[in-house]
């Protein structure tokens, strides 16, 4: 299958800063990747949807201003997780989508535990 | 409103036995359904899918069945395995839009018993 890293895996920071996590597609490219967020024994809430050379589309209650999308190349987007606070504390799994011939598939990163202190 | 149900959130099985996970779905519009398996602090991995203009798909130990007139469908594991202990996550889609979203159940937390 294709394979989507994510980096880093864990992220340890102070409260205040911002926090960026890179999200590529190794082996395909990708127009379209996804932001997630898994709050704990909860399903993944889509939090925005990523296209390569345009803006992002957020969810609604999703900030657009604190969870700053950028998608610059077919194989790379990156959420950056601005001023961030003990409640932006959660895990953040990214995807990228491969789609054709009627199929839709999602791969997913392995994800990103965000500790902020 | 959740349009992708799995009404169990949990099933225990025996090693070597029948693992069968259920999804329900309510959006007629969906037309492509996948299962995902999901480890603690991982990412959700790809298990197999189905189109809708199928009843049913089989890859080794799994097989997936769609039953469209009840928007139905099932994820059966044999033999189950404790390796396949993890949350499974049905999802769905419509194929032919342009935004690729998957609509996620909320889980199934499969244990296979040794």
């Known amino acids: 299958g294709a394979v989507v890293s994510q980096h880093p895996s864990w992220v340890i920071c102070k409260s205040g800063t911002s926090v960026k996590i890179e999200c590529r597609s190794l082996d395909f490219q990708a127009t379209t990747m996804f932001w997630y967020r898994q709050f704990p024994k909860q399903s993944l809430m889509l939090m925005a949807t990523s296209n390569e050379g345009s803006k992002a589309t957020y969810e609604q209650g999703v900030e657009k201003d604190k969870f700053l999308i950028n998608h610059a190349s077919l194989t790379l987007s990156t959420l950056t997780v601005t001023s961030a606070h003990p409640e932006d504390s959660s895990f953040y799994i990214c995807?990228?989508?491969?789609?054709?011939?009627?199929?839709?598939?999602?791969?997913f990163g392995a994800g990103t535990r965000l500790s902020v202190l | 409103d959740q349009q992708v149900k799995q009404n169990s959130p949990s099933l225990s099985v025996q090693e070597g036995r029948i693992s069968i996970l259920n999804c329900d779905y309510t959006n007629s519009m969906f037309d492509y359904f996948l299962w995902y398996k999901k480890y603690p602090a991982e990412g959700p991995t790809f298990l197999i899918s189905?189109?809708?203009?199928?009843d049913k798909n089989e890859d080794g130990r799994f097989t997936v069945f769609l039953n469209k007139s009840a928007k139905h469908l099932s994820l059966h594991i044999v033999p189950s395995q404790p390796g396949d202990s993890a949350v499974y996550f049905c999802?769905?889609?419509?194929?032919?839009?342009?935004?690729?979203?998957?609509?996620f159940g909320k889980g199934t937390l499969l244990t296979v018993n040794p």
């Open positions: 995807s990228a989508a491969l789609s054709g011939r009627g199929k839709n598939i999602q791969y």
């Open positions: 189905i189109s809708s203009i199928k």
């Open positions: 999802a769905a889609t419509f194929s032919g839009g342009s935004n690729y979203k998957l609509t």
